[in-house]
């Protein structure tokens, strides 16, 4: 589980509830009129925005990002990598290197050293690689956009909503006792509107644009790694290059790396 994704909506929402109590407008945020208006517009937009190919791969989008991150990180990637070289060394190059895990970094350290063998040649390989991590950083950001488009739409939907309250307002406005009642029905869709794009679709959008650019980085150094096993360095020079990746307190640097001719 992704602790950070966990904690930061618990504390949104805490913080969000504590607000409500601490004012005393907790029982009047129980307004169906906005929720039904925020969400149900927002979704319909959303809808009519996107593909149900995307729809449904920036759902499951949302699942991924309460779980541990699948790609391994650089120090995982870097010692595998390590080890592959020890072995291409030894045993004749990277046509030695058959039995590798399938399943690493998605399955692109296996398709990189196939695309090696198949091609024999660095810059061919490079860019075939170059070109599939640029096409899986665009799907993932679809996915990012997708949430980031939300974002944007649920505050309009919230004024709407707020709009239909002053309405309502302006026609019970020689009743003075229902017109607070229609103000708190404009105000509180504006809240929600605000609410749901700011402690929800924006850091949704954002949480899932990190995962992107982390794998980015995995997939580039993986890239790098085999092209100087296919170059017949040595696994201690390899290290050193692909230690380059990590910054000083160890994690992952979310960096571009220029691409080589």
């Known amino acids: ?24 407008v907790a029982d ?3 307004n169906a009129h906005g929720l039904v208006i925020v969400l149900g517009g927002t979704l319909a937009a959303t809808v009519l925005n996107t593909s149900l190919k995307r729809f449904v791969s920036g759902v499951k989008s949302l699942g991924e990002i309460f779980a541990s991150p699948r790609t391994p990180s650089i120090d995982e990637a870097v010692r595998m990598l390590v080890n592959m070289a020890g072995t291409a060394q030894k045993q004749g190059g990277i046509m030695a290197l058959n039995n ?20 024999a ?5 490079r860019n075939i690689l170059e070109e599939e991590i640029r096409r899986r950083r665009l799907d993932v950001q679809e996915n990012s956009n997708f949430y980031r488009t939300m974002g944007v739409l ?3 939907f919230g004024l709407i909503g707020t709009l239909f309250g002053i309405i309502q307002t302006l026609g019970n406005i020689s009743d003075p006792t229902m017109i ?22 924006v850091p949704v959008a954002n949480k ?20 100087d096993i296919m170059g017949g360095k040595t696994p ?15 994690s992952s640097a979310a960096a571009e790396r220029p691409a080589r001719a």
């Not at 009642?181 to 679709?201: D, E, P, Q």
């Not at 993986?222 to 092209?227: A, D, K, M, P, T």
């Not at 201690?236 to 160890?250: A, K, V, W």
């Open 100 to 119: 590798i895990d399938a399943a690493f970094a998605g399955g692109f350290l296996k398709r990189a050293v196939s695309v090696a063998m198949i091609s």
């Open 1 to 24: 589980m992704d602790m950070m994704t966990i904690v930061g909506f618990l504390l949104g929402a805490g913080v969000v509830a504590w607000g409500a109590f601490s004012a005393g």
């Open 28 to 30: 009047k945020l129980l």
């Open 236 to 250: 201690h020079l390899i290290e050193m290059h692909l230690r380059g990746y990590q910054i000083i307190d160890g």
């Open 180 to 201: 607070g009642r229609s103000m708190a029905v404009a105000i509180t869709s504006a809240l929600f509107g605000i609410g749901f794009s700011n402690m929800f679709c």
């Open 154 to 156: 649920s505050p309009m």
């Open 121 to 125: 040649e660095s810059r061919e390989t």
């Open 208 to 227: 899932i644009r990190l995962r992107a650019m982390e794998e980015t980085l995995v997939l580039q150094l993986i890239l790098e790694g085999v092209i």
